[in-house]
Nanobody, 122 residues
Framework: QVQLVESGGGLVQAGGSLRLSCAAS????????MGWFRQAPGKRREFVAS????????YYADSVKGRFTISRDNAKNTVYLQMNSLKPEDTAVYYC???????????????WGQGTRVAVSS
């Protein structure tokens, strides 16, 4: 079992930056691929970014490529999402996710956090 707790959400103006964190507990953190999803009001949850257990591979949704960076610190059992050049359309609840398979995380991750809210004002 893996428990995930997100933090770092908030209100920011368009063009600004935020860094989300997700602290994981449970089994060996480095054995899990980690990722971020988001769900905007009235929309389906969508994939944002993922990172392999070692941190050597990353994958991004086209909508955030070049603006968001996912990283992890396996010594701290934490994954991060650095969000730059934020847009109003980035407003959503952001969820941390984990799965033992990097390729599966984008589709059906096994574990979810409770979410942290990000609001970007224009």
């Amino acid at each position: 079992q893996v428990q995930l707790v997100e933090s770092g959400g908030g209100l920011v103006q368009a063009g600004g930056s935020l860094r989300l964190s997700c602290a994981a507990s449970g089994r060996t953190f480095s054995s899990y691929a980690m990722g971020w999803f988001r769900q905007a009001p009235g929309k389906r949850r969508e994939f944002v970014a993922s990172i392999s257990g070692s941190g050597g591979s990353t994958y991004y949704a086209d909508s955030v490529k070049g603006r968001f960076t996912i990283s992890r610190d396996n010594a701290k059992n934490t994954v991060y999402l650095q969000m730059n050049s934020l847009k109003p359309e980035d407003t959503a609840v952001y969820y941390c996710a984990a799965d033992s398979l990097f390729g599966r995380l984008e589709l059906v991750p096994a574990y979810w956090g409770q979410g942290t809210r990000v609001a970007v004002s224009s």
